[in-house]
């Protein structure tokens, strides 16, 4: 056997890709269903309620709602006990709700405290929506310079036509005023 290695070959060449494991979404954070919530080797964690295990043991949410991490008592074959941390997805709907708010009764400092962050939450709705509507007119199609003549016609006889005047009551006139002559 040779006690050196051949001059071509190398230790340390050889690398697998990287599993990017760990925790992707936390407790309190909402995840949509199919979400992967933890990406793990084996079972740290644990599937409970509202979440599934694929084959990879990665757990996924399996309904829209909010991820919560806990610990749990369990007993092993021989009978003890041990701490297991469980994964559950407490159902809720996720869909954002954004009121307009309400004209306060009375001047309270406390009740306008309140109410700011609504009221920017809706003006940034407000102007999200402007500035689609604003991308929906410049998508329209310009119109056609047939159509710009005619409208331009239009307008130019609808300036030069008058109005008919409302007739006055006639006044009685005034006799004219005598000059006097200065001496």
Not at 114 to 120: E, I
Not at 165 to 175: G, L, M, R, S
């Amino acid at each position: 056997m040779a006690h050196k290695k051949a001059a071509w070959s190398a230790k340390n060449l050889r690398d697998s890709q990287p599993k990017f494991r760990g925790v992707k979404i936390f407790g309190w954070q909402i995840a949509k269903a199919w979400n992967i919530i933890v990406r793990q080797c084996g079972n740290k964690y644990e599937a409970w309620k509202n979440v599934y295990v694929s084959n990879d043991f990665s757990i996924h949410a399996n309904v829209d709602g909010v991820v919560r991490f806990s610990k749990t008592n369990k007993v092993r074959f021989d009978g003890r006990k041990y701490l297991k941390t469980v994964v559950n997805v407490d159902p809720c709907d996720i869909t954002p709700k954004v009121k307009a708010p309400k004209a306060p009764k009375a001047k309270k400092e406390v009740a306008a405290k309140a109410t700011k962050p609504v009221v920017k939450a809706a003006e940034k709705v407000e102007k999200k929506v402007e500035k689609k509507v604003e991308k929906v007119e410049k998508k329209a199609p310009a119109k056609r310079p047939a159509e710009k003549k005619v409208e331009k016609k239009v307008a130019e006889k609808k300036a030069t036509e008058k109005k008919p005047a409302a007739k006055k009551a006639p006044t009685a006139k005034k006799a004219p005023a005598k000059k006097v002559a200065k001496k």
